[in-house]
């Protein structure tokens, strides 16, 4: 994928453009991003957008007998008869996938500069291969902790009960097939290097220290378990992630001014947290319906009187290839 010299970084701060970030990575300016920052699909086919590999098996995003007509299991990530060869071949699948998009990301990013990516246990560790292998290095992997989960299992006795094997079915009481209900998701963190010290980085690029007086929990230093509670009501997105945890990644990790970017934006949430904390933001959706969703989410939701005092005194910082171009939030 070739840039496009028709497109620059003012066409894409603080808006979310549709399309693939495939299509436009390669068009941010060299070392123009402070912060990425995304909840990446995680390849465990929980919906169409998340199948990412060339496996046809009919039973992926369908159900099986036993699930129908349980909320608990709306569509299957798995096969229903085994896992055959190109089954196995899935999570290589992903990891080309990620490959894809993580070179064109590092370019783009400022020496010493921190990403984040939300995904599934399971398929985490190809994500952190495709970035290593793009030039990142993994500096930790955090836990958000969430204050419930649904536990997806099935009663073992019961399955057994409807083959009619109600002797058998007595040993396994109490039994269940499935996972621990899922009560964490990992969140790697990731940075580019730089060339000195980090204290020379910090000093230049303005990145790769952490803000802790902002981000104390209880008065203490924070650790790599983050609590956030899910946020209340409808969802916009089925992975929608809280907006008080996105905006603790970016206050740890940026400054005022700064360009935070998601390549995967779903409902905007990574935008409205950027905007809220005096942020720019860039962000991509592929979806023609969540960018929409997104796009009307910032429109209608409204800042508070700091949030607004706080967008008045954005700059680009000095690492931001904007030349000779107004400020994209002048004082009044």
């Known amino acids: 994928m070739f840039p496009n010299p028709h497109k620059t970084l003012e066409s894409y701060v603080d808006t979310i453009t ?15 991003i402070h912060l990425c920052l995304s909840d990446i699909p995680y390849g465990i086919n929980l ?59 590092f370019p783009a990013m400022v020496e010493g500069a921190s990403v984040f990516i939300f995904g599934a246990r399971r398929t985490l560790h190809r994500a952190i291969v495709a970035f290593e292998d793009s030039g990142f290095l993994l500096r930790d992997i955090l836990a958000w902790e969430k204050s419930n989960a649904h536990h997806r299992a099935q009663s073992l006795e019961n399955l057994v009960r409807k083959r009619g094997l109600n002797a058998e079915a007595e040993k396994w009481a109490g039994w269940k097939v499935g996972n621990l209900a899922p009560i964490w998701e990992p969140v790697a963190w990731f940075f580019k290097p730089y060339r000195h010290t980090i204290l020379d980085n910090v000093l230049e690029n303005e990145v790769g220290a952490i803000n802790i007086a902002e981000c104390l929990v209880e008065g203490r230093s924070p650790t790599n378990v983050l609590r956030f509670d899910s946020e209340a009501g ?19 990790t940026t400054r005022e001014g700064q360009i935070v970017l998601d390549p995967f934006m779903g409902s905007g949430t990574t935008a409205l947290a950027a905007r809220d904390l005096g942020r720019h933001f860039v962000g991509f959706e592929a979806n023609e319906q969540f960018c929409q969703i997104a796009l009307e989410r910032l429109k209608t939701t409204g800042l508070s009187t700091n949030n607004r005092q706080a967008q008045r005194r954005q700059r680009v910082s000095k690492k931001t290839i904007i030349d000779e171009t107004p400020l994209l939030f002048p004082e009044t």
Not at 57 to 83: E, T
Request: include cysteine.
């Open 18 to 32: 549709y399309g693939d970030c495939t299509e436009h990575l390669p068009n941010l300016p060299r070392e123009s």
């Open 47 to 105: 919906a169409d957008w998340d199948v990412l590999h060339n496996n046809t098996n009919s039973a992926l995003l369908g159900q099986s007998p036993a699930q129908r007509g349980k909320s608990g299991f709306k569509r299957r990530g798995k096969p229903i008869n085994g896992w055959n060869a190109a089954d196995r071949k899935i999570p290589q699948e992903y990891q080309a996938w990620c490959h894809q998009w993580t070179e064109m990301l």
């Open 234 to 252: 409808e969802r916009l997105h089925e992975t929608q992630k809280p907006l008080d945890l996105i905006k603790y990644l970016i206050r740890l």
